[in-house]
């Protein structure tokens, strides 16, 4: 199995580098599902993998089922059997029917390789959707990969890179929104404090999740857990603290957390991703 960590180990040389570009040897869609929901919905996803090489490459999936216990040693692995040409892209439908039939929410890590069996950047996007009210088509989200070295550390709080922001979140008899959270550590068991605030800044309450390695955990209703509605509430997620399931690895320790919103219209069943999203500007030259 691949394994994360030594992925994370290179965000020592800036984050700021490639927080906005999307291709990497391992991208992580933060959220994948087949399974009912509210409101008489059924969600499923279908993946997207653009080769961006000049050479063919072949990709390997890995599941990592929602629940707050996480794994390590053990997300689901599929491979794939498809090779993908240069410049060509790969679709598949229905993404954990085809591959994980016995699980229905979760995060997927989607790994490039050449058929060498070495490294290969690659670019990936989804789409979670599910079938109108009236059966004419269907309502759905693009929710696009995140390359592995995007996500928010403690570390690097200086910098303004340990918290990730989410806004735009509505409850009320119109919309209601979902709140997911992914450690992305293989190494560390994290608490991650997600703050809720009102559009004036005033926190209206906090949610403490503890993930295991590579976990995932949705929360539907956020606000509705914590007893508010309205519309243009914001969350601020930062890992808390977290607990080093192998004490004795001299590397360094990376608390990584990635988090993501969806916002539903109660009516249509049509949601709106929001991504989240840091909240200072790159270190780069001026463009113009």
Same mark, same amino acid.
């Given at each position: 199995?691949?394994?994360?960590?030594?992925?994370?180990?290179?965000?020592?040389?800036?984050?700021?580098?490639?927080?906005?570009?999307?291709?990497?040897?391992?991208?992580?869609?933060?959220?994948?599902?087949?399974?009912?929901?509210?409101?008489?919905?059924?969600?499923?996803?279908?993946?997207?993998?653009?080769?961006?090489?000049?050479?063919?490459?072949?990709?390997?999936?890995?599941?990592?089922?929602?629940?707050?216990?996480?794994?390590?040693?053990?997300?689901?692995?599929?491979?794939?059997?498809?090779?993908?040409?240069?410049?060509?892209?790969?679709?598949?439908?229905?993404?954990?029917?085809?591959?994980?039939?016995?699980?229905?929410? %979760?995060? #997927?890590?989607?790994? @490039?390789?050449?058929?060498? &069996?070495?490294? *290969?950047? !690659?670019? /990936?996007? $989804?789409?979670?959707?599910?079938?109108?009210?009236?059966?004419?088509?269907?309502?759905?989200?693009?929710?696009?990969?995140?390359?592995?070295?995007?996500?928010?550390?403690?570390?690097?709080?200086?910098?303004?890179?340990?918290?990730?922001?989410?806004?735009?979140?509505?409850?009320?008899?119109?919309?209601?929104?979902?709140?997911?959270?992914?450690?992305?550590?293989?190494?560390?068991?994290?608490?991650?404090?997600?703050?809720?605030?009102?559009?004036?800044?005033?926190?209206?309450?906090?949610?403490?999740?503890?993930?295991?390695?590579?976990?995932?955990?949705?929360?539907? %209703?956020? #606000?509705?857990?914590? @007893?508010?509605?309205?519309? &243009?509430?914001? *969350?601020? !997620?930062? /890992?808390? $603290?977290?607990?080093?399931?192998?004490?004795?690895?001299?590397?360094?320790?990376?608390?990584?957390?990635?988090?993501?919103?969806?916002?539903?219209?109660?009516?249509?069943?049509?949601?709106?991703?929001?991504?989240?999203?840091?909240?200072?500007?790159?270190?780069?030259?001026?463009?113009?």
């Amino acid at each position: 199995m691949k394994r994360f960590f030594i992925f994370l180990l290179f965000l020592s040389f800036g984050i700021f580098s490639f927080g906005f570009f999307r291709a990497a040897e391992a991208v992580i869609i933060p959220a994948v599902a087949k399974t009912s929901g509210a409101g008489g919905s059924f969600w499923q996803s279908d993946l997207f993998i653009f080769n961006p090489n000049s050479f063919p490459i072949k990709i390997t999936l890995q599941f990592i089922p929602s629940g707050t216990e996480g794994s390590a040693s053990n997300p689901i692995e599929a491979q794939v059997s498809q090779t993908i040409a240069a410049g060509n892209t790969f679709t598949i439908k229905d993404v954990l029917g085809t591959y994980f039939p016995t699980y229905q929410v %979760g995060a #997927l890590i989607v790994w @490039g390789e050449n058929t060498a &069996g070495e490294e *290969a950047s !690659i670019l /990936v996007t $989804s789409r979670t959707y599910t079938p109108d009210p009236e059966n004419k088509g269907t309502f759905g989200q693009g929710i696009p990969g995140i390359p592995w070295y995007y996500y928010a550390d403690e570390n690097y709080s200086e910098d303004g890179l340990d918290k990730l922001y989410l806004w735009g979140l509505d409850q009320n008899d119109k919309y209601r929104t979902n709140l997911g959270i992914l450690n992305i550590s293989d190494r560390l068991t994290e608490t991650i404090s997600i703050k809720v605030y009102s559009p004036s800044n005033n926190l209206v309450g906090e949610i403490p999740v503890t993930l295991g390695p590579l976990a995932h955990y949705q929360i539907n %209703g956020i #606000l509705t857990q914590l @007893g508010v509605e309205g519309e &243009g509430y914001k *969350a601020i !997620i930062e /890992v808390s $603290s977290y607990v080093d399931n192998d004490p004795t690895n001299p590397d360094p320790i990376i608390p990584a957390v990635m988090a993501y919103a969806s916002k539903v219209d109660n009516g249509l069943n049509d949601p709106t991703y929001i991504e989240a999203a840091f909240s200072v500007m790159p270190d780069i030259d001026c463009i113009w």
